[in-house]
């Protein structure tokens, strides 16, 4: 099992060195850099600036001293916020990111699967029907149809909550439901429908049907057999729904004006901020590795025809 | 065998309701099992066999099916009136099954010790080491090398073989007056279906196990059974003891069913012999003679009624053929 | 048998009798589909709404609706209405302001001065035309039933010819994913070995990427225009459809027809495309109904975030975005195309889930 773990782990470093270089080149390569301005600045004082930047160096050494930086932990100065460097954007912004998106998740898996179980264990009745009809919905609305039809509904004319702000502001948390449930949406939608499919389908294997056979309660079936195999799918969707939230909240960070990280992603990727940039991609990027990483380790641990062999 | 009557199954009928009709899976059987005994329930696939014996131990679907009439008398009393919870109790504790597949039979995600200990524990009340102990038991009686260690061990770890003994130990971990062995050779390996035959064979007489094994394959029947139920659309066509059946065959489809076997002994070089056309869809199923279409001897009253159950010999068969003979 | 009877058993030719009178219906993987799809209700009425769509778009052109782009800057942010037109709109909201000021002033009634911009305001309304698109026409009359937007432009027209954009995307997007994901995964699936063990790596990097950013960034840098966005989008997702493709082509590539063919000398092109590929549709006409749902919600996502079809142009995507600001007091800008929107996407998740129903009714896909 740690042999397993330990493999994985180390799979992770290339992954994440390709997505810096990628990054890195790509972003080079787009047309215009981080100081173009309207009005073109003389020609000194460009020479200047490149200087301190480094810009005026090969590309390769640019690309060696970023990664060694990198491996000190400087992210870099930011290019379009000159008073304060890219680290310090990311710390404080990334926690409010974090915070939306890890319940977003949670959300997701438990409110999803338990929508799920239900559902299976009443098919084709009321309560399978409304589940599924719900579920069908919150897959097919984009989020931001979702996050500004709630704001509209239940801040702008409800007046039940407040339109924008975050938890430590004036209104506390309860200005955290609306972006939470707005992102969490498509994927607790998701989880639901499979988890739903997932469980119905153990239901019907063989191992279930000596499970009956031998005499067992259906609540002991549902438990301790069907569960570990019918979540298997729920916990490989967990890598892909993560991501998508990732991508989520840029959109609902935006919607509902929350101070996190997406914001500089899209500006930094405008305004040519080289190091914004590639610092942004660089945090989402490990996140996102990490998460697959865990997802991947507690499908080992549920299978034991994968880390048994 | 002249033992103690352990189960009775009379016309048993168990209807599907499908989107194309109603499938009558098992259209009025009957038949006895007596302690001891190994009776072999024959027919090709899709005949009603397994569905007949899922349906003793209420394992139908419900929505899509419905058992509709007929009884089944364990030991005197008719488990098919029986509620839910009563049910299980004799599920695994007096009726066990095996099914065919050990490879998906077997949860992969529970060890083997988990899925025997549990069956144990809910019908003989032992605590887990008591159960673990019994569960070693059964391990080393069907065969596995080192069953301490290998209790432990998950499904996948096991060979196909194997994990079929895993099964029977199982089943019969508590001592069960029945088992019903659903086709439990048909995906194994050719010799290791000798082996699991014999360890079923041995153990009934050990345990003093009635056993019913469904199969279709008459080779299997003729080594292990010692009586013969024949089915063909849902219906059992004839009953007899095993040599009797081979010998005599009374049914058209029997005589066919035998005709079929491809026989090393008989002399010169002989077409394989295959009963024509095919058996008849289960759905709208008219109540005539269902095998008369292929059957060489076909009758004017087998095209207009399905004939009752004729003693002849000493033994039963549903043919217009034996009219005469009650 | 006479003729008559005859053409019926024509007609029915896949129905024959058995001997015991029992009807057996011949199947073909079509037919067949086609008969579980109808049964479908949901799976049918997607249908129909999507053909109401294309509908729609196709006859874009030609149907009587007003211009997408022309610009009516005094009509901006009129309200949908069936029955008044733009100039009673307009003056209904002219006495509404002037009302609101004389109040603030402390009257409860429009002085003579006010009345008389009134009667002037009604007068241009009566009179006043423009020319659009070479005709002359008095622009005031003009009926705007789901309202207007920031630039007076008349929302329905810009739903309609959004959703030719945003479809198009849909098709577009899809069919070239779809080209290249078989393309590569045919290959990788028949030829295995080194061939495929490096397209499966690749797949796998690609796949743990937050492709999404990807396709920001690069929009974001290279430029606003509908080829780059083609391009983003086809990238990153030809991938699901290779593996589905891949998978389906090693499950079948060992089965015995593919033998059959090897054995009378089929080359790897012809086994590949003509043999594996078509039993691998049903997988991919499915796939790619739920695909075209998907890019369209991609392609939105972009426009939110300014990065998709840029102006006069619009897509529901962008439509909503504009609408985004304001609705508090020009809601219909965020509803009517977010509704629309929404609709075919419902439509086409109905039409997929069935169509995936009525071709695999056991498939393990199932949701």
Redesign the interface.
């Known amino acids: 099992m740690t042999k397993f773990v330990i493999r994985r782990f180390i799979g992770l470093f290339p992954t994440l060195f390709v997505i810096i270089t990628l990054s890195f080149f790509i972003v080079r390569a787009a047309p215009g850099g981080p100081f173009d301005r309207e009005k073109r600045l003389p020609p000194e004082i460009m020479r200047n600036i490149e200087k301190k930047y480094n810009l005026d160096e090969p590309l390769l050494m640019q690309y060696g001293r970023y990664i060694l930086d990198i491996l000190r932990g400087d992210l870099g100065p930011s290019f379009s916020y000159p008073d304060h460097d890219v680290n310090y954007f990311i710390f404080n912004s990334l926690p409010k990111s974090l915070i939306l998106g890890s319940i977003a998740l949670g959300i997701a898996v438990i409110v999803g699967v338990g929508v799920g179980m239900i559902s299976s264990v009443r098919q084709n009745t009321w309560v399978d029907y409304t589940a599924m009809s719900f579920a069908v919905m919150g897959i097919t609305i984009p989020l931001f149809v979702v996050g500004p039809v709630l704001m509209y509904f239940l801040a702008l004319r409800l007046n039940w909550l407040p339109t924008s702000g975050w938890v430590t502001g004036q209104h506390g948390w309860v200005t955290i439901i609306m972006p939470v449930v707005t992102l969490s949406l498509p994927y607790f939608a998701y989880n639901a429908r499979l988890s739903r499919a997932s469980i119905l389908e153990v239901l019907r294997s063989d191992y279930v049907r000596t499970a009956r056979a031998k005499g067992l309660r259906e609540i002991v079936i549902m438990f301790k057999h069907v569960l570990k195999g019918a979540l298997l799918p729920v916990v490989s969707y967990l890598g892909p729904a993560f991501a998508g939230i990732i991508t989520g909240s840029v959109v609902v960070e935006r919607i509902f004006r929350i101070p996190g990280l997406g914001q500089f992603f899209v500006q930094a990727a405008f305004n040519r901020d080289y190091t914004l940039l590639m610092g942004t991609v660089i945090v989402y990027s490990v996140i996102l590795i990490i998460m697959n990483f865990i997802v991947d380790i507690v499908y080992g641990f549920l299978d034991p025809r994968i880390s048994y062999s | 065998m002249n033992s103690e009557l352990v189960l009775k199954v009379e016309d048993l009928r168990t209807y599907f309701n499908t989107d194309d009709g109603i499938v009558k899976a098992v259209d009025g059987i009957s038949f006895e099992l007596h302690k001891g005994e190994t009776l072999g329930l024959v027919g090709e696939s899709g005949c009603g066999k397994s569905v007949s014996c899922l349906s003793v131990?209420k394992?139908i679907p419900s929505?899509p099916g419905r058992i509709m009439s007929g009884q089944a008398m364990l030991q005197g009393k008719n488990i098919l009136d029986y509620p839910v919870d009563k049910?299980?109790?004799?599920?695994?504790?007096k009726v066990?099954?095996i099914?065919q597949?050990p490879m998906?039979?077997?949860?992969?995600?529970?060890r083997i010790s988990t899925q025997m200990i549990?069956?144990i524990r809910?019908?003989q009340g032992l605590d887990k080491i008591q159960a673990k102990d019994k569960a070693i038991d059964m391990l080393r009686l069907v065969g596995i090398p080192n069953p301490v260690k290998r209790v432990d061990d998950?499904p996948?770890?096991f060979s196909g073989g194997m994990r079929q003994r895993v099964?029977i130990a199982?089943a019969l971990s508590c001592n069960p007056e029945v088992l019903i062995a659903d086709e439990p050779s048909t995906a194994l390996d050719v010799t290791i279906q000798a082996q699991i035959l014999e360890i079923i064979k041995e153990l009934s007489v050990k345990l003093g196990t009635a056993v019913i094994l469904i199969t279709h394959d008459l080779g299997v029947v003729a080594g292990m059974c010692d009586k013969i139920c024949v089915m063909y659309a849902g219906k059992i066509v004839e009953k007899a003891k095993v040599d009797e059946l081979y010998n005599d065959p009374k049914h058209p489809y029997t005589q066919g069913l035998i005709k079929s076997v491809p026989r090393l002994d008989k002399p010169g070089k002989q077409r394989l012999y295959s009963i024509e056309?095919q058996p008849?869809?289960l759905?709208?199923?008219?109540d005539?003679c269902?095998f008369h279409?292929r059957c060489e001897y076909a009758m004017d009253i087998c095209r207009q009624k399905y004939p009752p159950e004729f003693s002849v010999d000493g033994r039963s068969v549903r043919c217009w053929l034996y009219k005469e003979e009650k | 048998m006479d003729a008559a009877t005859i053409e019926k058993s024509k007609e029915k030719n896949d129905i024959y009798v058995s001997e015991l009178n029992q009807p057996i219906k011949g199947v073909s993987l079509w037919k067949d589909a086609w008969r579980r799809l109808k049964k479908n209700k949901m799976a049918m009425f997607g249908l129909v709404v999507v053909i109401v769509y294309a509908i729609l778009s196709i006859t874009a052109p030609i149907l009587p609706i007003y211009s997408y782009k022309y610009q009516v800057l005094e009509h901006q942010y009129l309200p949908p209405s069936l029955n008044k037109n733009a100039g009673q709109l307009l003056l209904e909201r002219e006495e509404m302001l002037l009302l609101a000021m004389a109040n603030k002033m402390g009257r409860s009634e429009l002085n003579q001065q006010e009345r008389d911009k009134l009667v002037r305001l009604k007068e241009q309304v009566a009179m006043e035309t423009r020319e659009i698109d070479g005709e002359v026409v008095k622009v005031h009359e003009r009926r705007y039933i789901l309202g207007t937007d920031s630039l007076g432009r008349d929302l329905l027209a810009r739903i309609i010819y959004g959703g030719q954009v945003s479809i198009a995307i849909g098709i577009i997007g899809t069919i070239t994913s779809v080209f290249i994901g078989i393309v590569i995964g045919a290959l990788a699936g028949y030829l295995g070995g080194r061939i495929d063990y490096i397209i499966t790596r690749i797949i796998d990097v690609m796949y743990g990427m937050p492709y999404m950013m990807l396709v920001i960034i690069l929009m974001a840098l290279f430029g606003r225009n509908i080829l780059n966005l083609f391009f983003a989008l086809a990238i990153v997702s030809w991938l699901t459809v290779a593996r589905v493709v891949r998978g389906q082509i090693i499950s079948l590539k060992n089965s015995e027809f593919v033998e059959a063919a090897r054995s009378i000398g089929a080359s790897t092109g012809r086994i590949v495309f003509r043999h594996l590929v078509p039993n691998t549709l049903g997988v991919i006409v499915v796939f790619s109904t739920l695909r075209i749902p998907s890019f369209i919600m991609l392609e939105s996502f972009l426009s939110f975030l300014g990065l998709g079809v840029q102006a006069p142009f619009a897509s529901w995507g962008s439509l909503v975005s504009d609408g985004v600001e304001g609705m508090n007091l020009y809601p219909w800008r965020l509803f009517f195309p977010a509704i629309a929107m929404v609709v075919f996407l419902f439509a086409m998740n109905f039409l997929g889930d069935g169509l995936r129903d009525a071709l695999d009714p056991q498939s393990k896909n199932k949701l």
Request: hydrophobic fraction near 40%.
């Open positions: 131990m394992l929505p049910i299980r109790q004799i599920r695994g504790g066990s099954m099914f597949d998906t039979s077997l949860n992969p995600f529970l549990e069956t809910l019908h998950y996948h770890q099964m199982m056309g008849p869809n759905i709208d199923l008219p005539v269902s279409p």
